[in-house]
């Protein structure tokens, strides 16, 4: 087994600094690169060390890193979720590893799982210089995934709150935070529980304005998946996923083009059982299959 070294690292989008990992066998020099791009609300350090060493052993070099405002990078203020915003942290991600002698710079892909599945999509769309990608039960479409998790009654109350917090802040300039469960409102799952329990010292931002609620609404990577052909394309879907409903990727995957594939998980899988054994595995395999197939094939 190769020896891996995690090397931090910094690079700026838009002047702000954004902290980093980059996970390489030692001394490696061209190898195919991975963008790893955290769910929402999450940071780097949620699982992915783990993943970023088992797909170094498997011979690629693995960039994990925090959007602006989240975890160890920079910006202000802190936790502000802008879908396009993060987009524009992935591609410079992409400049800044075709600059690193670890990774070749036409072998570089896109890895992002729930909402960063989203992020992944929109960016690949927009960045031709992604040469593959891989969307881990992601989310596909802000408004319908938000409108999903939401009854006829809470799904009303979502629109009169952000009406009210659009001339608020068209008034004032601010907009009210609150709680994710004002707009995502969710049922008991025992494995979300375990995933955050386990993550405790690195836990989450919990809260959300109603200007980030809106631009979440707004944005729709399945109406550009199109654009990602011909560059191949894979989603991975939990059957009984109800954060990110397997309806997301069904969406984006009869909307993208060849070469694409989606992987069902086993029936039960749920949303948060895909980061343990031994799912977890089965996602990590399909991953290296597909990446690799798409190194060789550039």
């Known amino acids: 087994m190769p020896v891996t070294v995690d090397r931090p690292v910094t690079f700026f989008a838009d002047g702000v600094c954004l902290f980093g990992y980059l996970t390489a066998a030692e001394g490696a020099r061209r190898l195919p690169a991975i963008v790893l791009c955290h769910g929402f609300l999450c940071t780097m350090a949620m699982d992915f060390p783990e993943y970023a060493q088992r797909l170094a052993v498997e011979g ?33 991600a992409v400049s800044f590893l075709r600059a690193q002698p670890e990774v070749d710079p ?42 999903s998790v939401n009854t006829d009654e809470s799904w009303a109350a979502v629109q009169v709150a952000l009406e009210a917090d659009r001339v608020r802040r068209a008034l004032t300039g601010v907009s009210e935070l609150v709680p994710i469960s004002a707009f995502r ?21 919990r809260e959300l304005s109603w200007a980030c609620v809106d631009a979440v609404l707004d944005f729709a990577p399945d109406e550009l998946v199109a654009r990602i052909t011909p560059r191949p394309l ?23 083009r060849e ?40």
């Open 60 to 92: 690629f070099a693995v960039l994990r890193f925090d959007y602006r405002g989240f975890g160890a990078s920079d910006g202000a203020p802190r936790g502000e979720l802008l879908p396009l915003r993060q987009t524009d942290d992935v591609r410079a």
């Open 106 to 147: 036409e072998r570089i892909a896109l890895w992002g799982t729930s909402f960063g599945g989203a992020v992944v999509l929109h960016a690949a769309a927009l960045d031709e210089r992604v040469c593959a990608v891989v969307a881990n039960v992601p989310v596909t479409n802000g408004r319908t995934w938000i409108r």
């Open 185 to 205: 409102p969710s049922r008991p799952d025992p494995d979300r529980d375990a995933f955050f329990a386990r993550h405790a010292a690195h836990s989450s931002v």
């Open 234 to 256: 894979l989603l991975i879907a939990a059957p009984s996923d109800r954060v990110a409903p397997v309806e997301q990727a069904e969406s984006a995957f009869a909307k993208a």
């Open 259 to 298: 070469p694409k594939r989606i992987v069902r998980l086993p029936d039960g899988t749920s949303h948060f059982a895909v980061y343990v054994e031994p799912a977890l595995t089965t996602v990590l395999t399909e991953t290296v299959a597909w990446l690799r197939a798409a190194a060789d094939r550039d």
